[in-house]
């Protein structure tokens, strides 16, 4: 690899590679140390194409989900399975990994911009900016851009587009999968919201037995399925279709939904 290679958005991949190995390093504890990352389905990993793959999830942080990601792909490339301890396989980390994520969130500070270098592929959120209710259309550069990251290598987005649980799946996800055709890999984690602020940055309490569950791949019928209906298949792929919320009581979202309010305050 060159010195000075970049990736179709401009990022130097040498660069990227230390950013990488540096916050893979800083943050290995917080899955396997302070906190324990029970993964499952990892073998499905390896497996995958090098390119145009669609990961989808649930959102509980607004980054320690996608590190957790990072380190979960990466221990599954160098060949361990359901398990990211010996932290040496983020030494040659997969440069082409992206993750989805708002604008102006990426742009909130330094560390957060610098984030961002590591794979972020940022967009303007259509509902919402600065904590208040906006409606605009999609921006079609945005689109675009997680096209380009689809063409150059794997791409993470949370279809919800917030840490609350339950919330509606955006449309964008199933338009980006009908235009793309992606392998779409649905993923479902819990713990993470215990364990972190909302952020994800700082630990909030240890001990917590985080879960990491890797679905085979979804079923699509690229050319026929509707919008409607790719949704829905991603509301129950990634367990957060609204039938999912009635076997967990309503006090305890209640709950979530208090915690995540005082955090948004906090933090």
Known sequence: MGLFKRNPFGHIL?????LIRIFGVLTHQRYQGFNQLKIEGSEIIKDLPD?????????QTYFADVTAM??????????????????????????NIYYVAAKETMRS????RIMAYAGSVSVERTWREKGKEVEREVNPHDTE???????????????????KPFKPIRKGT?????????????????????????KGFHIKKRGILQS????????????????????????????????FSKVIPGED???????NEKRRWEY
């Open 253 to 259: 979202i209640d709950e979530m939904e208090k915690m």
């Open 174 to 198: 199933a338009h980006i999968i009908k235009d793309y055709k992606p392998i779409v890999i649905p993923i479902v984690i819990d713990g993470f919201r215990r364990s972190f602020d909302k």
């Open 109 to 112: 500070g330094l560390l957060t």
């Open 212 to 243: 990491f569950v890797i679905k085979p791949p979804l079923e699509i019928d690229y050319e026929n399925e509707t919008i409607e209906e790719i949704v829905t298949k991603i509301e129950y792929a990634i367990e957060q279709h609204p039938s």
């Open 51 to 59: 390119t145009n793959v669609l990961f989808v999830s649930n959102h």
């Open 14 to 18: 040498f660069l990227k590679k230390w």
């Open 145 to 163: 851009n997680i096209g380009k990251a689809l063409k150059d290598g794997w791409v993470i987005t949370f279809p919800q587009g917030t840490t």
């Open 70 to 95: 990072f380190h979960v792909f990466n221990a599954s490339l160098s060949g361990r399975v359901d398990t990211i301890k010996n932290i040496g396989y983020i030494w040659q980390p997969k440069l």
